[in-house]
């Protein structure tokens, strides 16, 4: 799955502050830190598609650490694109591009697998559409102006009924990103929220230890190079691999 928003291959500036009379600490994670969060979501990630897709949900413990997946995801995305430059830099175009991409070409093996549950088979979106629609919500927040806000909530509340995790992994990831910006109590509580309501959706609330572990990267500093396309690469080509062991396990 792909997280990292496309700043155009720079080592870019951390977030930046707004002064906020309710302020709170702010966070800073070193991009080779970021970098292996993704890498930790990616495993996650996997490790629950397997037992999703092969074991048929059958063990605990893969479902437990799978939950963390999408909120890292969430958050590093976050993190990406609270970034000073983004806007200028045009990387929200850029990150929905590819993620639009990599939603359209994932969505074949991610149907065939056969574990989608509405509308034929069809609904929900994968996750990186959700990605993509929390994307176009922080976009649209960003360039501001009433038709704007409004056209983010209509992408809020559409675009999270279609997608995975639905409205929760949205709201998750755009508060995320305001708190990455101008640190509060706020944004924080939003956070918080939006993870339990994330716990709802899956069944239990081991997404709070994806916000703990977020935490804990701020205190080191890994050198883990960035390999941007890796992830959009990924994702369909292991779900195609889940497919084709799936045809010649089960």
Known sequence: ?????????????????TPNSASAARLLIADGTLEALKWLALLLMTVDHVNKYLRDWSTPWMFSA?????????????YNLARSE???????????????????????PFVALGKVQFAGGWLPLNILATLLVATAVMY????GGARRMLLAAVVFIVGGALVEFWWPAIGMAVAAQHYFRRPSFGTAAAVI??????????GNHWGFAALAIVLAATRVQLRVPRLRWVFYLYY???LAGLWIAQRVLL
């Open 236 to 238: 369909p080509a292991h």
């Open 86 to 108: 983004t806007l200028a830099a045009g990387a929200y175009q850029r990150t929905m591009k590819h993620l639009a991409i990599g939603a359209a070409v994932s969505t074949v």
């Open 193 to 202: 929220v939006c993870t339990a309501l994330v716990g709802i959706v899956n």
């Open 140 to 143: 649209l927040l960003e360039l």
């Open 1 to 17: 799955m792909v997280v990292a928003a496309d700043n155009g291959g720079s080592a870019p500036a951390a977030p930046t502050r």
């Open 66 to 78: 799978g939950r963390l997946a999408m909120p890292i995801f969430a958050v590093v995305l976050a």
